[in-house]
């Protein structure tokens, strides 16, 4: 009788550029890979793990060693396997991610589809992909701009000391929307208003988690006042958190690594546009594995986020392509994508 095999490795993959944040600089980005085994059939899945969430290719692993399969008698019971892995124990969202996306690529490919059909989406209906310029000195900004051009949207990290000459110099450069993340660097409401309104001027059309998440009524009043849509990213992880973040944001940046992967990921959007919402899909730093599940579900986006795997020196996943600035998903089954030469010894 066949068993539900799990696998893992963890690496520390080198990115393409130093990337600098409001509060945080890194080279590397530790991410841990999962195969899951059905007979035959392989489905893979990633955890990504910025340092500043919390996990870590050791609590990844320690959370894959203590998960007990033995008992599952149908991998495509997924509702069932994955009641057990959130239950299993609390947090570990990209840890419970990676199996999340392991189990949809695997099950879609028992069942010869790939993973959107399993949630009636249609890829052709994905908006393009911003390309992510982060916190720099002005010269390296000036050298990072040809790198935007395959992109239809600029998505540029604020909250360093020379915002305002970086859109400009972006803005001198090209006439594309361009959308802003200052990841909770602004703290005084009026003076991110002030900012934001000098934004609109210039053709930005959204503005994500603008103030820190724990400035819920300045926020709130942020949002009623803002002329741009304003996005929640660290203000929002799971389901739970969109019913009262309503009134405090126009709309939510929903990230597979946050929140524990492409099952809850289609449900937070199903349940933001409902509450009246923008979704926003995006990412971590993080390999083309789990770029194309988040990209599964990008149909249901207004806008999408998806260059992770264009900032790590190099992609140990191949099968995902880029055209006319949007991810493009192969019509192969499951997500569509296949190791490169990752081996995976027996655990
Ligand atoms: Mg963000």
């Not at 020196?313 to 493009?328: K, M, R, Y």
Request: proline share 6%; charged share 20%; with cysteine.
């Amino acid at each position: 009788m066949a068993e539900l095999k799990l696998r893992f490795q963890s690496h520390h993959l080198p990115l393409a550029h130093t990337f600098t944040l409001a509060h945080s600089s890194r080279t590397h980005t530790p991410i841990s890979f999962v195969q899951l085994q059905w007979g035959d059939y392989v489905g893979y899945g990633e955890a990504a793990m910025p340092p500043y969430l919390g996990e870590s290719a050791q609590t990844a692993e320690s959370f894959f060693s203590s998960l007990d399969f033995s008992w599952v008698s149908e991998p495509s019971d997924v509702e069932k396997v994955l009641g057990y892995v959130q239950s299993h124990s609390p947090g570990n969202p990209a840890a419970k991610a990676a199996i999340d996306i392991a189990l949809h690529d695997l099950h879609a490919k028992r069942l010869g589809v790939p993973v959107y059909q399993l949630f009636g989406l249609n890829p052709g209906d994905a908006p393009q992909s911003s390309y992510t310029i982060g916190i720099h000195p002005l010269e390296v900004v000036h050298s990072l701009l040809p790198n935007t051009d395959p992109f239809g949207l600029i998505k540029v990290k604020l909250g360093g000391d020379h915002d305002r000459d970086t859109i400009d110099l972006i803005r001198n450069y090209t006439d594309k929307p361009i959308s802003v993340d200052v990841n909770q660097g602004w703290t005084q409401k009026e003076e991110a208003l002030d900012e934001i309104y000098w934004l609109k001027e210039r053709g930005i059309v959204y503005v994500e988690q603008p103030m820190p998440k724990e400035t819920t009524k300045d926020m709130e009043w942020l949002s009623q006042h803002s002329p741009l849509p304003t996005i929640a990213d660290e203000a929002v992880q799971r389901l739970s958190d969109l019913f009262e973040l309503k009134n405090r944001f126009h709309g939510v940046n929903i990230k597979l690594m946050k929140c524990t992967g492409i099952r809850e990921g289609y449900l937070m959007a199903k349940v933001a546009k409902s509450l009246g919402l923008k979704v926003m899909i995006g990412c971590m730093t993080e390999s083309s594995c789990g770029i194309a599940a988040a990209a599964q579900l990008a149909p249901l986006a207004d806008w999408v986020d998806l260059d992770g795997h264009f900032l790590l020196a190099e992609d140990p996943f191949e099968g995902l392509g880029f055209e006319d600035g949007v991810v493009q998903l192969s019509q192969q089954n499951g997500l569509g994508v296949f190791p490169k030469h990752l081996s995976w010894a027996d655990q």
